[in-house]
């Protein structure tokens, strides 16, 4: 059994994993003023209360993009689970071509989705990940990690509509019927669903004629709003709301299992 965390700006997802599935999956609120101690009774209530037993626990397994939260982290591990983190960064063995500039600024987050998404498939894949902000990323099948596309996430532009408007209200993002609106929050939640699918599709169709042309493709969607995306796509999705996890998982197999066999 191995724990892995996926820290974002937004939230921290937690997994507890055992030979290649989450046994467990839990979200916490991403709060830099908590302290240590204070994740760590969230955390080992939920344990205890799925009678998870910490004497199985094997390694753990961070990717994270908030350096503040990286260190809570890793001594909350240290403390309460007594194993010391692997984080993981682009210095990892990951066996990816990192094709950018500057590979160290990529974040580990993209760097697991794309590691999953080649571990799992072995083609050329393009992931998307609906967080904070939303990434798309495009990944060959001989494992080069192309480069992406950054944008806005939808909660973010949601917000930012809001808290700069005078008159316009935050909304629940939801799917509406309709294109058009009837009203105030119909004409938001289409702008950001029907807006942000179009994106998407427009995006993916440049980075499929730029980097694939007539080459097979595997798109996979991530991230907690990535269901509602996938299946409005006109393209086929296929909906991975675990990817971090599992490149983590595959990290931890390349590193801790396959180094010993």
Same mark, same amino acid.
């Given at each position: 059994?191995?724990?892995?965390?996926?820290?974002?700006?937004?939230?921290?997802?937690?997994?507890?994993?055992?030979?290649?599935?989450?046994?467990?999956?839990?979200?916490?609120?991403?709060?830099?003023?908590? *302290?240590?101690?204070?994740?760590?009774?969230?955390?080992?209530?939920?344990?205890?209360?799925?009678?998870?037993?910490?004497?199985?626990?094997?390694?753990?397994?961070?990717?994270?993009?908030?350096?503040?939260?990286?260190?809570?982290?890793?001594?909350?591990?240290?403390?309460?689970?007594?194993?010391?983190?692997?984080?993981?960064?682009?210095?990892?063995?990951?066996?990816?071509?990192?094709?950018?500039?500057?590979?160290?600024?990529?974040?580990?987050?993209?760097?697991?989705?794309?590691?999953?998404?080649?571990?799992?498939?072995?083609?050329?894949?393009?992931?998307?990940?609906?967080?904070?902000?939303? *990434?798309?990323?495009?990944?060959?099948?001989?494992?080069?990690?192309?480069?992406?596309?950054?944008?806005?996430?939808?909660?973010?532009?949601?917000?930012?509509?809001?808290?700069?408007?005078?008159?316009?209200?935050?909304?629940?993002?939801?799917?509406?019927?309709?294109?058009?609106?009837?009203? *105030?929050?119909?004409?938001?939640?289409?702008?950001?669903?029907?807006?942000?699918?179009?994106?998407?599709?427009?995006?993916?169709?440049?980075?499929?004629?730029?980097?694939?042309?007539?080459?097979?493709?595997?798109?996979?969607?991530?991230?907690?709003?990535?269901?509602?995306?996938?299946?409005?796509?006109?393209?086929?999705?296929?909906?991975?709301?675990?990817?971090?996890?599992?490149?983590?998982?595959?990290?931890?197999?390349?590193?801790?299992?396959?180094?010993?066999?």
């Amino acid at each position: 059994m191995i724990f892995v965390f996926d820290i974002g700006n937004t939230n921290v997802l937690f997994g507890v994993m055992e030979e290649g599935k989450v046994l467990y999956q839990f979200r916490f609120q991403s709060e830099t003023q908590k *302290t240590t101690d204070e994740y760590a009774i969230s955390l080992l209530y939920l344990l205890k209360h799925h009678e998870i037993n910490l004497n199985k626990l094997k390694e753990v397994m961070v990717s994270s993009v908030v350096p503040q939260l990286t260190f809570t982290f890793v001594r909350l591990i240290r403390k309460y689970f007594h194993k010391d983190a692997f984080v993981v960064t682009t210095a990892s063995s990951h066996g990816l071509d990192i094709k950018l500039d500057d590979p160290g600024t990529l974040g580990s987050d993209r760097l697991m989705s794309a590691f999953a998404a080649h571990t799992m498939f072995k083609k050329n894949c393009i992931t998307v990940s609906f967080g904070t902000a939303t *990434t798309i990323e495009a990944l060959t099948v001989a494992g080069e990690f192309l480069g992406g596309v950054i944008f806005p996430g939808v909660k973010l532009s949601a917000h930012g509509l809001h808290s700069r408007t005078a008159q316009l209200p935050e909304v629940n993002l939801a799917k509406p019927e309709n294109v058009v609106g009837r009203n *105030t929050v119909e004409c938001i939640q289409s702008g950001l669903y029907y807006g942000y699918l179009e994106l998407m599709d427009g995006l993916i169709d440049r980075i499929i004629r730029e980097q694939f042309q007539s080459m097979e493709v595997i798109i996979l969607a991530t991230g907690g709003m990535g269901a509602g995306f996938a299946s409005g796509s006109r393209h086929s999705i296929r909906y991975e709301p675990s990817l971090v996890l599992y490149g983590l998982y595959f990290m931890y197999e390349r590193l801790f299992v396959k180094k010993n066999t």
